[in-house]
Structure formats: C-alpha cells, structure tokens
C-alpha cells in the first residue's frame, strides 16, 4: 500500500520510516522524496514489497508544491536555518517589491541548479553533508531542473514567502541561495512545507 505521511519539523525522513516498522514490523517501507529535518509536509511512502515496487511508477512525473520562506541579508552554510548563518555586510539595496518579482521569474522553467554543500548527493560514494561535516572540499556539478511556477505570497525585507511547483530533484535550498546571489543580498530557507505530491495533498496526509 501507499500513503502520504505528514513530516513533521525536526525529524528525519528516515525517523519517519523507523516509526512505521515499529507498526508494520517484518514489512518493507521506503519512501518517495526526501525532506530535510527542518522542512515539514507530505512524504510519500509505500509499504509492503508491492508498496515498495509501486512508489517509482507512482511518483515519476509528478510534481511537487512548497510554501517556501526565506531571509535575506544573511547566508547559511547549509542554505537554511541549520547554519552556521552569516550575516552579509551592507552596503546593499534593499530590494523592492518589483526586482523580488522580476528575480524570482528568472528561475521558472528549465535551470541549471547546484545541490547545497550539505546534500544526500554522493561524490565517489560518499554523500556530500558527510564530506561537508569533514571539512573537506569539492565542487558539486549542476542538475539540469525545472521549475514549474515561482508565486510570491508575501514580502516585507527581509522576509519572502512564496509558492514553488517543481519537478523532481529541485533543491529548494539552492533556490533561496540563488536567489539571494542575484539579489545581491544573500539569503536562506527560515521555513519550508512540502504542500504536495503529485495528487498527494497535505489536507489528506497522516499525521503521526
């Protein structure tokens, strides 16, 4: 079987996993799309060998929605609250209303993303986070993405919230991160909720 799980802020996808052995004890579970710890939403999860088989066939193609707040003015080395966070010297403008909308337009469609530093994304088949963790560096290749839509809900410097639907693989981290880059202003995720997944919606999803 399939269901969507409401993630909830500070665990890891894999918490969420270890918790449903625990009621399905002998059964095989894996899940459909990674949240951070500090990200919260729908995870789509299948359980039992058929569950399990199904969530690839499932989940190819679909997209997924996030409420996505960020702050400018400071960067993270993991481009979200996790930190260590930076705050950016000024001087710099101030962003009005109409180059947050003319930025966040820049990034619809297909793009060129770098995963963060501090990613699941392997190198010689160590994760990234762990080579991050090490203090050791390297260079992360760009993801050909796409980005469905960008909708600005609200902004007041230096706070934006706004609206994604992406395909698979976007790192809505690496978004804030380029998005403070073309700003000129720095930026980090304060907040992230995954709405959906494909039709996997929130307002459906199991607590736990």
Known sequence: MIVSIYK???????????????????????HGGTLDPLAEGVLVV????????QLHTVLKGTNKTYIATIELGKTSETDDAEGPITQMIQPYDIPS???????LSTF???????????????IDGVPAYKRARRGEQFTLKPKQVTINSIRLLKYEFPVIS???VSGSGVYIRSLAR?????????????????????????????HI
Do not use: C
């Not at 909830?8 to 918790?19: A, C, F, L, Q």
């Open 8 to 30: 909830p802020k500070g665990i890891t996808s894999y918490d969420v996993i270890r918790m449903l052995k625990k009621k399905y004890p002998g059964k095989k579970i894996g």
């Open 46 to 53: 299948g359980i039992g060998r058929e569950g399990t088989r």
């Open 97 to 103: 209303l109409e180059d947050i909308q003319s930025v």
């Open 108 to 122: 619809e469609g297909s793009i060129l993303q770098i995963p963060p530093q501090y990613s699941a994304v392997k």
């Open 162 to 164: 706004f609206k994604v």
């Open 178 to 206: 380029d998005i403070g880059v073309k700003l000129k202003t720095g930026a980090y995720v304060t907040s992230l909720v995954r709405t959906a997944v494909g039709s996997y919606d929130q307002n459906e999803a199991i």
